[in-house]
């Protein structure tokens, strides 16, 4: 509406142009008039000439007046008509640009409410999903602890079992034999018999020396019995009491070790540096049971060296989570625990009987022809100028024995070029061999393991052998190193 109207400021501005040019008009025809005048006053005898001009100014000064009295009669608003139409069309211009914005306004509104909507669809279906995951893990979980606890009750159950067979066999070795139990029978029969025989068809009586103490009679034999298979009932549970205690300590050297998750979860008894009827088991971060393992007999093997003890499985079964179970591979299985707090794990199978250790060698044996740090030192010259396409250090060697076994042995392997650091062997033994047909040099390890990043794996079937490389000019026959020659047999 306001378009219609006409604007200030340019009303003002051609009102002021329109006055102004009327004051022009004005002072123009008044100084033709004057100088008409003039002319008529300067004198009556003009030519024709100043006639004509003055006729030619004084119709120029009519129009101007009449133009004078237009401007001065026409309104204010005259530039209202060609305004108006301009107005109008501006005024659509905009209705139609706000027309368009206000839809483009409905259409977002639109969206954003269907994107808000789609968002809340969304977040439901997330809860839904969430729901069902929660659901599934706490199922999950309920379904491992079943299984754990049925585990536990199983082997509960194996044990009073086993318990019961025990006190079984034990009661009947106690028991009165049914051969003593006639004779007993018997003894009562002939005791009445001799009541009802005459004392003189019996004799004298029996002397002092030979009378029978009282309690020397059935009853005395059943009360021994009695006192012997309780003491035998004590034994066997001071026996299962030391070896509970045995389970926990070595339970409780594992979870220190890092090998919590690795529990000794039955012992049925010890023998001869053997456990026997073991069992041991692998549980997950909720408690689950991933691995079981059952032995006949259990054997400790200790690596001092190395810091690892080893757990030998004869005769027995493994199973992995719910699946079948399957024996074992050969008959046998093991469980390797390395870095573990040796010393500790010592003092606890030393006390049982328990415990054999590799690779130990009494001082007496070191062979003082070869000290350790200058044979180190020899092995490592001949290392760095060893031709091949890998390049080895040895950090670490004990001791030396008889004259060409190698104690305590820790070999690096570089990446080639020398470059960082590949791999790392660890074993108790080593022997150096030489073989002179194609020159080269071989370091044979036993009862180690190696080392890959933060991976520890036991050598296969205990041994290792690691190709040094050929020699150079000098030779590693020509060092004063303790190795051995390869020959047809040793090869």
């Not at 009327?22 to 008409?36: K, P, Q």
């Not at 810091?307 to 030998?312: F, M």
């Not at 150096?432 to 080269?440: F, R, T």
Request: charged share 30%; proline share 4%.
């Amino acid at each position: 509406m306001n378009d219609l109207q006409p604007r200030p400021a340019r009303s003002s501005l051609l009102s002021g142009i329109v006055l102004g040019f009327l004051c022009a008009t004005s002072i123009a025809a008044a100084g033709v008039v004057a100088w008409s005048a003039g002319l008529h006053w300067l004198g009556a005898g003009e030519s024709p000439a100043v006639v004509d001009l003055r006729r030619r100014l004084e119709e120029q000064e009519q129009r101007w007046a009449e133009v004078a009295a237009a401007a001065r009669t026409a309104p204010a608003s005259a530039e209202r008509p060609e305004r108006a139409p301009l107005a109008s069309a501006e005024l659509e211009a905009e209705r139609a640009r706000a027309e368009r914005a206000e839809r483009a306004v409905d259409e977002a509104r639109g969206a954003a409410v269907e994107l808000r909507e789609e968002l809340a669809r969304t977040k439901a279906q997330l809860e839904d999903l969430q729901g069902e995951i929660d659901e599934h893990v706490v199922a999950r979980a309920k379904l491992e602890s079943s299984q754990s606890a049925m585990l536990e009750r199983a082997l509960a159950a194996e044990m009073r079992q086993n318990e019961r067979d025990r006190l079984g066999a034990m009661s009947e070795s106690v028991a009165p034999a049914p051969r003593v139990e006639t004779l007993m029978g018997s003894s009562s029969f002939l005791e009445e018999i001799a009541k009802n025989i005459p004392p003189e068809v019996l004799g004298p009586p029996p002397s002092a020396d030979r009378a029978v103490d009282a309690s020397q009679g059935p009853g005395a034999e059943r009360r021994a019995a009695e006192e012997r298979a309780a003491e035998e009932a004590a034994a066997i549970a001071g026996k299962r009491s030391a070896l509970d205690e045995l389970r926990a300590q070595a339970n409780r050297l594992l979870e220190l070790d890092g090998y919590a998750e690795t529990q000794l979860v039955r012992v049925g008894s010890m023998a001869d540096g053997v456990l026997r009827d073991v069992a041991f088991r692998e549980v997950g971060p909720l408690g689950e049971t991933r691995r079981f393992l059952a032995a006949k007999e259990l054997r400790f093997e200790a690596f001092p060296g190395l810091r690892s003890l080893r757990v030998h499985l004869i005769d027995g079964y493994e199973q992995r989570g719910s699946g079948a179970s399957a024996p074992f591979e050969n008959g046998a299985s093991e469980l390797t625990f390395a870095d573990v707090r040796i010393d500790d794990w010592k003092t606890l199978l030393v006390a049982q009987g328990l415990w054999r250790e590799t690779g130990a060698t009494s001082s007496g044996e070191v062979d003082k022809r070869f000290p350790a740090v200058e044979t180190l030192a020899k092995v490592n010259e001949l290392l760095a100028r060893a031709k091949g396409s890998r390049r080895f250090v040895l950090r670490r060697l004990d001791e030396v024995h008889g004259g060409a076994r190698w104690h305590g042995v820790e070999l690096h392997q570089l990446e080639v070029g020398g470059g960082g650091l590949q791999v790392i062997y660890e074993a108790e033994n080593a022997e150096l061999w030489w073989d002179p047909a194609n020159k080269s040099a071989e370091l044979r390890l036993e009862h180690g393991f190696q080392r890959r990043g933060s991976q520890r794996v036991p050598f296969f079937e205990k041994r290792a052998r690691v190709f040094l490389g050929f020699e150079d000019d000098k030779g590693w026959d020509a060092a004063a190193i303790p190795f051995q020659v390869v020959g047809p047999a040793t090869r």
